[in-house]
C-alpha cells in the first residue's frame, strides 16, 4: 500500500466520480500525481459505492487492485453472515480486503484476522480503525499455518480459494485452496462454529458426500442471483439440527432495503412433501427465486405456500388466490398455445416484454426473436410447459 501524497489524495477525491480510463490518459496533465494508485483509488471506490455502501461514505480508507475488490463480499451478503454468529471469540483464516470479517468481527469481544498478502494485511490495519474496529489483530500469514497453531475459536469462517492453477474457476470442494475436506477433523476441533462460504455453482448434493459436519446450508441470493453457498460445520449438533436429523438447508433473497424471504427445510421434507400438479393456469402465477432454484426445494414449496406445479420440470406455481411466495409473483392476464394464428393474436397489442422459459424447447433469445418481441417493459410473458404436455405462452403483470 503506497503513501499517497497530499495532491494524489486530492485528485482522487475531486475525480472519484469520473471514468478511469480517461482519467488514466490524462496522466501528463497532472505531474505531481501519482496517477496508477489514484486510478485503483477511484476505481475502488466506484466498486465500494454499490457493493460496500457504507464503507463508501468513510473517509479515508484505502482500497484494493480490481481482483480483490471483484471477489469480496457485498455488504448485503455480509451483513446476513455476521446474523448468524455472536460470540467471544472469531477468527477469519482467509480474510482477504475484510468486507465479511470487519461485519462478523463486530459480533465478537475478540476477532484475529488472517490472511497471507502483506498488501491486504497492510489495507486492513489503516482501514479498520476508521471502520470503528478497535478490538481485531491482524496475522500476516498462512490460514493452514495459522489454524494448526491457533487456540479454539467460537466461529472460524474461510472463504476458499475458487481459482485453479491456471486461474480459471473451480466449484468443487476438493479443488479449492486450503482443501476444507481434508482440513474439517481440525477446523471442528478449533472451531466451534465453521461457517464455509463457497461458490454458488457447488453441487450441495456433493457438499454433503464430502463433509461429514455440515449441520446447515444457507444458499444466499441476492438481485435476482444466487450469490454463493455458507455451510455451516459443527461436531456437535445444536438442539434443532439434532431434532431435524440431518443438515437444514435455508434459502434467503435479500434485498437492498434490508428485507429477505427465506425458506428452511431438509431434503427429507422435500423427497416426503405433497406436490399437487395444476390442471389449467390460474389467475396467480409464482417463479421460485434463485436461491430456492439452486436449493431444489421445488414439492414443499407447492405444499407450504398451498399452491400447485405447472409441470414436474417447469419449476412454476400457480393458484387462483394470491398467497406469500418466496420468489416474483404474477397476476396471470391471459394464456395462449403456441401456434402462430392463436399467439399472434395473442401478442397484438405487444412490442416488448420482459421474457422467461421454463421447460420450453426454445431459448429466450430464439423465441424472442420468433415472436418479435422487444425487451423491458411491464408485461411479463412465460414459455413453459405444462403438464398435459401443452406448450403454453401466459401473459402476467407483475404484483
Known sequence: ??????????FVEAHRGEDVRALALQAGKYPGVDMPEAVVQIAGWQIARKKIPSWADVPGLFYPKHLSMEQCSSELTARYKASLAEGDSFADLTAGFGVDF???????????????QEELCRLAAHNFPLLGLGHVRIHCADALAYLEQMEPVDCLFLDPAR??????????????????????PLLVEKGRTVMIKLSPMLDIASALRDLTCVRRIHVIAAGGECKELLLVLRRQPDEAEREAGEAIITCVQLTDDGLSQSLSFTYSEERAADCPMADSV?????????????????????SRCGVRKLHPNSHLYTSEEKVDFPGRRFRVDAVSGFGKKESKTFLSAVEKANLTVRNFPSSVAELRKKLKLKEGGDVYIFATTLNDGRRVLIKCTKV
Open 163 to 184: 481459482r485453479d492453477g491456471h486461474g480459471g474457476k473451480t466449484v468443487a470442494i476438493a479443488d479449492c485452496e486450503p482443501d476444507i475436506c481434508a482440513l474439517e
Open 282 to 302: 390460474g389467475l396467480y402465477l409464482y417463479e421460485p427465486g434463485a436461491s430456492l432454484l439452486k436449493a431444489g426445494a421445488y414439492r414443499l414449496l407447492a
Open 1 to 10: 500500500m503506497k503513501e499517497l501524497s497530499e495532491e494524489t489524495r486530492r
Open 102 to 116: 470487519s461485519f462478523i468481527a463486530r459480533r465478537f469481544r475478540q476477532a484475529d484476522y488472517v490472511e497471507r
